[in-house]
């Protein structure tokens, strides 16, 4: 390269370097006016100035928290009621996950002051328990004030999704005025529209979408584990306040001992 294109080259690097020395230098001054026309002040300043802090608060978006926690499960929230603190006699029912949640619910009940009772039915599904008065017996024999619901894991890739309505509408017809949960299936993967429907057909505020919660599962990829349903019960007690019939729900310490769920097997014969 001859002298004269070095010559160059460090001219314009100079030209370059002043340029962004004014520049710096206008950012740290207010704005400039020179006749009518105003220099406006770059935000370099604040940039540089700015705490380790406040730029981490910054997401890249810009005001979005960096680093926020999902929401976990998609339980539908209204607008807050005064949570029922009268003591409940609480009924799960449901198909084969409904154990381990009736578990952890006990400690829940023991802890609040509830009574439990829990109908685990193996391999069943909103039509079973639609067409027999399994459910009505449970709630007249134990004046059941509150119901927590567990189905649709057997229909949840069903492609006529929809043929499940009058089941669903005939279960909630039994349950009446009484104050439920559905706790909704926990996905393996994606449904066909179960999840949509359910969510559709309860009262607002009654349906907890269990749908995209990560939930440890057994050895058949599908049934959470123990650990992983008590985690998903103590999800759906984080959501009761905002639910539409919010009951006392405080967290049991680790010392609680035994809790008896008093559960009933039942098993499917048809689906």
Known sequence: MSNNNKSGYAGLWALLVVALAVVMAV????????????????????????SAGERMEKGSAGDTPYGEA??????????????DSAPQSLLIIGDSMTLNLALRLAEYAKHNGHEI???????????????CDTLDAFINRYDVTYVFISLGSNELYLKNFNSRRPY????????????YVWIGPPNWKEDMGMNDLLAEMCRPGAFFRTEGMKLDRKKDHIHPT???SALWIDSVARWMPKSAHPILMET????IGKANAHVTYLKALNK
């Open 27 to 50: 950012s740290f001054h207010d704005d400039i006016t020179i006749g009518k026309w105003t220099v406006k002040k770059a935000p370099f300043k604040e940039t540089l100035t700015a």
């Open 70 to 83: 999902p929401e976990e499960g998609r339980g539908e929230s209204i607008a807050v009621v005064q949570t």
């Open 117 to 131: 009772h829990a109908v685990n039915w193996d391999s069943s599904n909103t039509k079973i328990w639609a067409s």
């Open 168 to 179: 669903i509408e005939t279960i909630l017809s039994k349950i009446g005025d009484i104050p």
């Open 226 to 228: 123990r650990a992983a």
């Open 252 to 255: 049991p310490p680790d010392t």
